[in-house]
């Protein structure tokens, strides 16, 4: 709530208009908002699930006001947003039930850079900590909608996904909603907030990516160089079942250690040596 006190106290100086945008995407959202009310600004969250582009921070805040001026209910504006939080949130999910584990490890095992053991440390992570990247994942800009997906692959009880994904979109929904009617005709006051926050988020996963992108290159490299010098010189190098296994030795979508199916909650997993011996 900290965001809202600062944003109350620079309201005034800031002089921001009452009045929602009126072209565009967003222009669009807010009409949608202001015909249907509640209902609409649900509708509305849902779509920015689906669709990144359409922007909370304002979808949320405006609700807050248009309740301020008593043309709608504040406990119905929380209400209808949570409920489009998750309606959008059970729809990725679904996207990623369809998409399925051993699809994901497919079309990892063929990008650059990535190890079948990378995703193997994510889905142990997940497992230990999936309740908690569900809950709080729904309170962060740009994950809000990408945590439903490998929920939805590793098929997190849905019960479980449900409650969780509700109650992080009610503390996320609340918020800003209060924010607007608190702010009333400075409710657009939030908006810069949260596009600084977001910002702060995508300078922080640039680095993630950059800092795994050079450390894997030099791994990589390390590799490469031990391989050349611990081969004799003269030795052929050696193919088939006894060769080295290279820089990507796990990625082979065909070795049985690896080619596992199921999923992390509640399905075995066989290995395919294993199906393929019981037939």
Not at 209 to 220: E, H, K, Q, T, Y
Request: with cysteine.
């Amino acid at each position: 709530m900290i965001f809202l006190w600062n944003a109350a106290t620079r309201a005034g100086s800031w002089a921001q208009e009452a009045d929602p945008p009126s072209g565009g995407l967003v222009g669009s959202v807010t009409d949608l908002v202001e015909r249907l009310g509640a209902p609409g600004a649900g509708l509305a969250v849902a779509l920015e699930n689906l669709f990144p582009p359409i922007p909370s921070e304002v979808i949320l805040p405006l609700a807050g006001f248009t309740a301020s001026q008593g043309r709608m209910n504040l406990f119905a504006a929380i209400v209808w947003t949570t409920i489009g939080s998750v309606v959008g949130a059970v729809a990725l999910y679904g996207i990623g039930v369809a998409l399925g584990r051993d699809r994901v490890r497919a079309i990892a095992a063929r990008l650059p850079l990535i190890k079948l053991s990378d995703l193997d440390r994510t889905e142990a992570w997940f497992a230990r900590h999936g309740v908690k990247t569900v809950f709080f994942g729904r309170m962060i800009p740009i994950f809000r909608s990408l945590i439903s997906i490998p929920a939805g692959v590793e098929r997190m009880p849905f019960g479980t996904f449900l409650l969780y994904t509700t109650l992080g979109s009610l503390v996320w929904n609340t918020v800003f909603v209060m924010a607007g009617y608190v702010l009333g005709e400075n409710w657009r006051a939030v908006e810069p907030y949260v596009g600084t926050f977001q910002n702060v988020i995508i300078a922080v996963c640039a680095l993630v990516v950059a800092f795994f992108v050079v450390s894997r290159l030099i791994g990589m490299r390390r590799r490469r160089s031990t391989d050349d010098h611990e081969r004799a010189p003269g030795t052929p190098e050696l193919h088939g079942s006894g060769a080295r296994v290279g820089a990507h030795g796990d990625r082979g979508a065909g070795h049985p250690a690896h080619a596992v199916r199921g999923t992390l909650y509640g399905t075995p997993r066989r290995s395919e040596a294993g199906r393929h011996g019981s037939r």
